[in-house]
């Protein structure tokens, strides 16, 4: 028998647990697995190496074999997965091979995966088939295996593999097709703190002394001056001109009070940048 390969190097490393259930119902992996042919060699004149034959080469073999005169059952399969004549050509078609290849190991496995996915197991995986209806597919590609039932698709054919063998391959094959997957990332949001633009201590030390010369400004020129004018005793008169003055002072402020504001600006601006 030639054994399957198995584990990292294996690119059917998925499908492997069907390709290896089918081994087992179809009787193949008990005799010489990839080599091994329908009857084994009753109808091929013994042991054929088919591993070392081209797909050419098996087509003309499988037509020698459903014209040898004991072959009752009109069969040509040959290989682990105990292909046909007619299922081998319309695979070459659809997949355009040329029939120089070998029908080796690696070239049994594709084929194999190939019929598995024309069976529905891909829909299956993704959630769009149920297990029944593979299982059925499954039976009616390989008469070795049984329908949900327990019974073979085809009449007088007998089952080699029981259906809870069937669902443990599968279930196998579905568990290393998720630990493929990516795992689902879980966003968790964090509330960010917003920070509150604060104004450099220095810009604030600029402008408060602005502000504080503004306000000084105000008072001398305004009740301040005429105040201390009271307080000194003075007459009405003088009172009143330093009213004026106080006034005009006041007026001549204001007017500075936007070239004022365009400085502490410039000092923030300075600052800041």
């Known amino acids: ?59 003309k073999l499988q037509t020698k074999m459903l014209q040898h005169p004991k072959n009752r059952l009109r069969s040509s399969a040959v290989g682990r997965y105990q292909i046909i004549r007619t299922t081998l050509r319309a695979i070459r078609e659809q997949l355009g091979l040329t029939g120089s290849e070998l029908y080796d190991a690696e070239m049994q496995d594709r084929l194999g995966c190939y019929l598995l996915g024309q069976r529905g197991i891909d829909k299956w995986l993704a959630g769009r088939l149920s297990l029944d209806t593979l299982i059925r597919n499954l039976a009616m590609e390989w008469a070795s295996i049984p329908k949900p039932d327990g019974k073979g698709h085809y009449a007088g054919q007998g089952t080699g593999v029981s259906v809870s063998q069937v669902k443990a391959a599968l279930a196998e094959v579905g568990r290393r097709h998720m630990q493929g997957q990516p795992k689902q990332m879980v966003e968790v949001k964090v509330p960010v703190e917003v920070e509150k633009p604060v104004v450099p201590e220095a810009v604030e030390k600029q402008v408060k002394s602005k502000t504080n010369l503004w306000g000084w400004l105000t008072t001398i020129f305004g ?40 400085a502490v600006q410039d000092i923030r601006g300075a600052v800041e940048g």
């Open 1 to 59: 028998m030639t054994n399957a390969p198995s584990g990292a190097g294996d690119r059917y490393y998925v499908y492997r647990p069907t390709l290896d259930l089918i081994g087992t119902s179809e009787g193949t992996d008990k005799g010489r697995g990839y080599n091994e042919t329908l009857g084994y060699g009753a109808y091929t004149g013994g042991p054929i190496n088919l591993v070392g034959m081209t797909l050419d080469q098996i087509d």
């Open 223 to 262: 009740s301040g001056g005429v105040g201390l004018a009271g307080l000194l005793g003075a007459d009405w008169q003088t009172i009143l001109a330093i009213g004026g003055l106080s006034l005009g002072g006041l007026v001549v402020v204001i007017l500075l009070r936007r070239q004022i504001i365009a």
